[in-house]
């Protein structure tokens, strides 16, 4: 009887263990372009890049190589997620006019010739992002002619998206100088989500590995396994 109670209130324990898995979020860096090998001005100019994401999740932030090249100026950065209509990979890609997230930063201090990795993040109002899905960036500043941001013109160090150049109202733009193979220097944080067991189910669990343990230790103790000399003498006939 009481080895039944014992296995009953074992696999109790296992089934709440099973029950008190949470899924907790864990931030990854998705799409990487930082190898700058130049620069823009936004110079009024607004810049969009577009990309394909790789990991399913909640895109929280984007973080771009910038430096504040005059040192002085007083206009602030926007950067705009937004989706793509048309034109993804072509020389005119049509941006969407609503923005899925929207961050503004303050006057980036000067930094002279040295980029800065400026980080806007958006984990108030994350965007539910699935593999493969297309978005675009777009970066302008409130002035304009104040800042460079940094760009990669390898033709293959990133081929799941282009940078492209408009006006910020958008929403047809069309591609920079630099071609099809250019990329701002970017990188995108995507919160992903992963079952782990909460603190309540790890004690659940420990419960559960001790009461077997303890079971084990009583039976070896109620039947001890007896040794060559302790067996009794085969009877002579």
Known sequence: M?????????F???LLLAGETRVRASVVTDQVNLNTQGGRF???????QTF??????????IDLEMFNFFGAATDTITLDVRSILSGFGTSTVALGGTNLATVTLPTLPASGNA???EQFNFSGT?????????????????????????VNNSPS?????????????????????????????????????AQVPEPGSLALLSLAAASAAGYAWRRNRRNPVKSAAQLPLPVAR
């Open 2 to 10: 009481k080895r039944s109670c014992l296995i009953l209130s074992s």
């Open 12 to 14: 109790c324990c296992l």
């Open 42 to 48: 936004t110079s009024g100019t607004a810049y969009a």
């Open 52 to 61: 394909t994401v790789g990991v399913a999740g909640n895109l929280v932030e």
């Open 115 to 117: 980029f800065v990795l």
């Open 126 to 150: 994350p965007i539910a992002v699935n593999v493969n899905d297309e978005l675009a960036f777009v970066l302008h500043a409130s002035v304009g002619n104040s800042y460079e941001v940094g």
């Open 157 to 193: 160090y990133f081929p799941r998206g282009s940078d492209y150049s408009g006006t910020n109202a958008g929403p047809s733009y069309g591609l920079t100088l630099g071609g099809a193979s250019e990329s701002l220097a970017f990188q995108t944080l995507v919160d992903t989500p």
